[in-house]
């Protein structure tokens, strides 16, 4: 398929920013504090502007912040159950239906639940 101009100009300038800001690893390690602090001014500009060209590590971002909202509706026991790996079966398939709409998340966390 032949890109448009319009395309073709719009990788050029996703091109230019990313050359210009962070690599993805590290904007990776910002996506994560973001969800645990609010990032400062910059932290925030340079997260958004890499967004803005970078398809990667904005899926990324919906992801962290679904498996986010997903670890918030767990009381303190699941918590505590997940981080050392020994949650119940009930809770186990409860959290993974409720992960089943976002289907390829949902492989990742039945993978990481087990
Ligand atoms: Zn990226």
Redesign the pocket.
Known sequence: MEMTTRQELRREFNRFL?RRLP??KE?AMLISQSLDRRLGLRERLILRL?LVA?R??ERYLQQSEFLSSAIDVMNDDEKEALYEGALSASARERIKSALRSAAPLAAFTCLFLG
């Open positions: 990313l690599p993805c904007i890499h970078c990667p590590c």
